[in-house]
C-alpha cells in the first residue's frame, strides 16, 4: 500500500513509501517534521490542503519549448523529405515551405510566439 508522507509545516509531500500495513508504518519511514498522510493518493511536491492534493504544475522552460520547437520542426520536414527526391520535381510553394521550418528556431526569439507555415 502506497503512503504519502508529509512535511509537518507546509504539507507537502516529501516522500512516497510502500507498507504492508497503513497501521504499522515503520517509524524510521517518518522523519522529523513530518507526518502520515490521511489520504495516499498524492505525488512527490503535491500539497495536502485537508481533503485533496494540490498538484504541482512545472511550467516548461524556455529551453524545453525550443527543443519541443525543433522536435516538431523536424517531423514536419521529415514528412516532406520524399518531395526532395532527385527524382520528384518540387513546387516552389513545397520549398518555401520546407525553408521555412528549416529557418525555425532561428527566425524568431520568443518560443511562445512560433508560428509554424501551413504545408501547401
Same mark, same amino acid.
Given at each position: 500500500? =502506497?503512503?504519502?508522507?508529509?512535511?509537518?509545516? %507546509?504539507? +507537502? +509531500?516529501?516522500?512516497?513509501?510502500?507498507?504492508?500495513?497503513?497501521?504499522? +508504518? !515503520?517509524?524510521?519511514?517518518?522523519?522529523?517534521? *513530518?507526518?502520515?498522510?490521511?489520504?495516499?493518493?498524492? =505525488?512527490?511536491?503535491? %500539497?495536502?490542503?485537508?481533503?485533496?492534493?494540490? @498538484?504541482? +504544475?512545472? #511550467?516548461? @522552460?524556455? #529551453? *524545453?519549448?525550443?527543443?519541443?520547437?525543433? #522536435?516538431?520542426?523536424? /517531423? /514536419? /520536414?521529415?514528412?516532406?523529405?520524399?518531395?526532395?527526391?532527385?527524382?520528384? @520535381?518540387? %513546387?516552389? #510553394?513545397? *520549398?518555401?515551405?520546407?525553408? *521555412?521550418?528549416?529557418?525555425?528556431?532561428?527566425? @524568431?526569439?520568443? !518560443?511562445?510566439?512560433?508560428?509554424? !507555415?501551413?504545408? !501547401?
Amino acid at each position: 500500500m =502506497k503512503i504519502c508522507i508529509l512535511n509537518k509545516t %507546509t504539507n +507537502v +509531500v516529501e516522500n512516497i513509501c510502500e507498507v504492508d500495513d497503513i497501521n504499522n +508504518v !515503520p517509524s524510521f519511514l517518518i522523519g522529523e517534521g *513530518q507526518v502520515l498522510a490521511t489520504d495516499h493518493t498524492g =505525488k512527490i511536491e503535491d %500539497t495536502w490542503n485537508g481533503s485533496s492534493y494540490d @498538484t504541482t +504544475v512545472e #511550467e516548461e @522552460t524556455d #529551453e *524545453q519549448k525550443w527543443i519541443n520547437i525543433r #522536435e516538431t520542426r523536424n /517531423l /514536419l /520536414l521529415s514528412h516532406t523529405d520524399f518531395y526532395a527526391l532527385s527524382d520528384s @520535381t518540387l %513546387t516552389n #510553394e513545397m *520549398q518555401t515551405y520546407r525553408q *521555412q521550418l528549416r529557418d525555425l528556431p532561428a527566425s @524568431t526569439s520568443n !518560443p511562445n510566439d512560433v508560428v509554424f !507555415p501551413t504545408k !501547401p
